[in-house]
């Protein structure tokens, strides 16, 4: 028999139909077709994925649990991604819950190459929380950018990370913008005597993206972002792999819809496939995750997984100033807020916000 992983599905349907329904998602998520016409006695053996439990969940919902086959996976993110939801992800009743790591998946994507504490030593942290916030809006000019974050910077910042919709549009080219605000954040830096480190959005296909990481090494940057659900969870991976010296934050647009449960898509696979800062949409914000699905995704991204380094939880979106002794409470300190636009309208006092905001971290744990 081949080694098998298991994965763990909630599916909602009535209860007569629970048996096949399971059944199907073996089939699907395995061969895609009717067993009666393999004849090959190893696929039908190692291959075709195996029902191995069915649990009542209440108000008809089951969770199903699938043991597939490793060798299905190779070693490819994405092709990790369609064995564990692939077809099944366009059954509306379906959300995949959890997936077992093997030791051969931490083995072959290897996780973070910096994580939690290489963050934390990129700026001089210790073992306190980091600070984090974004550069807003898109639509302004080079000089602006760069302006706003020279202004973020003095207040002594952890990381400035480029807003997600910033690319390579014509009112803020990304070979422009990036040298721009790397050089405004550097002076900040020099003057302030912490290391700020300015994390610029990649995007576009893998060539592109490659040219853009060049410019970023040139522009002496060692932490970049990007959203994995968008440029693909197999670029993440090649990232991580053949640009090891630089940190990855994961961003997470176009990772809602219910699919795949939050915890487990950032905290366990966006940590295995190589992110090294998990950024989510923390409880209390504009997007509002419950309070157990925020601490779940924490603990799983800090959690001992095979010997790779701890995800970094990054809880955003829509986070305020007076929040930040609750959240530390709430998330302790291995974590990095991250508070966008609510320290852009300090207007003229951004600095003086922005040094709030590092001073109440750093003093929270002191």
Same mark, same amino acid.
């Given at each position: ?228 659900? /968008?440029? =693909?969870?197999?670029? !993440?991976? #090649?990232? $991580? *792999?053949?640009?090891? &010296?630089? @940190? ?89 807020? /991250?508070? =966008?636009?609510?320290? !852009?309208? #300090?207007? $003229? *006092?951004?600095?003086? &916000?922005? @040094? ?11």
């Amino acid at each position: 028999m081949s080694t098998r992983f298991h994965t763990t599905y909630h599916v909602r349907c009535p209860a007569h139909e629970i048996e096949a329904r399971a059944q199907g998602i073996a089939v699907e998520q395995s061969v895609e077709m009717p067993l009666p016409a393999i004849t090959d006695a190893r696929v039908l053996a190692d291959i075709v994925g195996q029902v191995t439990g069915i649990a009542e969940l209440g108000e008809g919902a089951f969770a199903v649990k699938i043991a597939l086959a490793v060798e299905t996976v190779g070693t490819d993110a994405g092709q990790m991604l369609n064995m564990i939801l692939g077809n099944t992800s366009m059954h509306a009743c379906v959300s995949l819950v959890d997936v077992e790591i093997p030791l051969a998946f931490a083995a072959t994507f290897g996780g973070p190459r910096h994580g939690l504490e290489g963050l934390r030593a990129r700026v001089g942290a210790g073992r306190r929380p980091l600070t984090a916030t974004a550069i807003k809006p898109q639509g302004l000019p080079v000089p602006a950018l760069a302006e706003l974050a020279h202004r973020l910077a003095l207040g002594g910042l952890d990381y400035i990370k480029d807003d997600h919709n910033h690319a390579d549009q014509a009112f803020s080219p990304f070979a422009r913008r990036v040298p721009a605000i790397a050089e405004a954040v550097r002076r900040a830096g020099v003057l302030t005597g912490h290391p700020t480190r300015y994390v610029p959005m990649l995007n576009g296909d893998w060539g592109r993206m490659q040219a853009q990481l060049r410019l970023v090494r040139d522009c002496g940057i060692d932490t970049v972002m990007m959203a994995p659900m /968008l440029s =693909g969870v197999a670029t !993440l991976q #090649a990232l $991580a *792999r053949e640009w090891s &010296e630089m @940190a990855v934050l994961a961003h997470p647009s176009m990772s809602g819809g219910g699919q795949i449960a939050p915890d487990l898509l950032f905290g366990t696979l966006f940590r295995l496939w190589g992110a090294d800062a998990l950024i989510f949409a923390n409880y209390g914000g504009r997007f509002g995750f419950p309070p157990s699905m925020c601490a779940s995704l924490s603990a799983r991204a800090l959690a001992p997984l095979h010997g790779l380094r701890a995800g970094l939880p990054t809880p955003a979106g829509g986070m305020e100033l007076a929040r930040v002794p609750e959240l530390l409470d709430f998330f302790g300190p291995d974590v990095m807020l /991250l508070i =966008g636009g609510s320290l !852009l309208l #300090a207007g $003229a *006092r951004i600095e003086q &916000e922005g @040094a709030a905001f590092h001073r109440a971290v750093e003093a929270y744990f002191a």
